[in-house]
């Protein structure tokens, strides 16, 4: 009697954290008019109503996912991004001792672009990189958040290119142009929760080429620390997101270059460069 109430227990447990475990593809979307979440399953998309932080349920709708427009994933009241949080990205892979601190900064909401947009180089820079990264999703209101409770403040992850002007980065006082120009934001194409992503796979890819490619536990910094830390000055708001930073080396994008940023069990974020008119 006692060890089969012990595999009823068992089986429960097992089966609770499965649930919770339960790997969910969120996506932003418009079709004609009207912008709208859904629910993405293989190449359909059931639509939702309701917020994606909160409440939210089915509506019954169901649209074939090459039929709607991909929208960034989130309209973010802010977006920040980590700078140097791989030991592969530093010079020699020696870390400076100033990025024991996690090294946050801005990029306008404004720079945000979805799949498939183009990437747009502006005039008067002739040196842009590509940089893959993993973006985390905040789910609920964050502030003064404790790091072994952030994961609970985590809605998701998706993929992101935190397109960056070297020339203007190395010249400009602030990054605010060579981090936050028009187009400099490539984000999505969906936002998964459920994932480990304390260790999936990440690639960033240019007409085919891998030019990044590391795993996301390799992080200096992980995306609990990460929430923790920027919670500790900022208050973060459901939909925010926070670019994790990128490894190895970048390289400079040109017009007619196709940029790929895949991570494991996400997607595939891609996005054309163009030169402005």
Request: hydrophobic share 35%; with cysteine.
């Amino acid at each position: 009697m006692k060890t089969c109430w012990l595999s009823v227990i068992l089986v429960v447990l097992t089966s609770a954290h499965a649930a919770e475990q339960k790997v969910t593809k969120f996506a932003r979307f418009q079709l004609d008019k009207t912008s709208a979440y859904g629910v993405v399953e293989g190449e359909v998309i059931h639509e939702i109503s309701g917020t994606l932080f909160g409440e939210w349920k089915r509506t019954g709708k169901t649209h074939p996912l090459a039929s709607v427009k991909l929208l960034p994933p989130t309209r973010p009241s802010k977006v920040l991004a980590m700078a140097g949080n791989y030991r592969s990205h530093h010079p020699g892979q020696v870390v400076n001792p100033k990025f024991e601190v996690p090294q946050l900064f801005l990029k306008p909401p404004s720079c945000l672009i979805a799949h498939g947009a183009p990437i747009v180089l502006p005039k008067g820079t002739t040196n842009v990189h590509h940089e893959g990264e993993l973006v985390v999703v905040i789910g609920k209101r964050a502030r003064n958040v404790p790091k072994e409770k952030s994961p609970g403040y985590v809605f998701g992850v998706t993929c992101g290119n935190d397109i960056s002007a070297r020339d203007w980065q190395k010249g400009d006082v602030q990054w605010w142009r060579a981090k936050g120009s028009d187009t400099f934001g490539p984000c999505g194409p969906f936002v998964v929760s459920g994932l480990n992503y304390g260790d999936i796979d990440l690639q960033m890819r240019v007409n085919g080429e891998v030019r990044q490619h590391q795993r996301t536990s390799d992080l200096i910094h992980n995306v609990a620390a990460i929430v923790s830390f920027a919670s500790q000055h900022m208050t973060l708001e459901p939909g925010d997101l926070i670019y994790t930073g990128t490894p190895g080396e970048t390289a400079q994008i040109k017009p007619g270059d196709i940029c790929e940023v895949e991570i494991e069990g996400i997607g595939v974020l891609r996005n054309k460069v163009t030169a402005a008119p």
